[in-house]
């Protein structure tokens, strides 16, 4: 019995984890649309 709880709540924070790290990967993303953007407007005033 403690052996599917252990791998319950191991396979529970693999899980989470997982979508923590998708969610910070769309951050960056979106972080970096902003500066290449920013970029590109800079350069079309120039």
Same mark, same amino acid.
């Given at each position: 019995?403690?052996?599917v709880i252990i791998a319950s709540l191991t396979a529970m924070f693999v899980l989470?984890?997982?979508n923590t790290f998708k969610g910070l990967g769309q951050d960056? !993303?979106? *972080?970096?649309?902003a500066v290449s953007g !920013? *970029?590109?407007e800079v350069q079309?005033?120039?």
């Amino acid at each position: 019995m403690k052996k599917v709880i252990i791998a319950s709540l191991t396979a529970m924070f693999v899980l989470t984890g997982c979508n923590t790290f998708k969610g910070l990967g769309q951050d960056v !993303s979106s *972080a970096g649309n902003a500066v290449s953007g !920013s *970029a590109q407007e800079v350069q079309n005033k120039i």
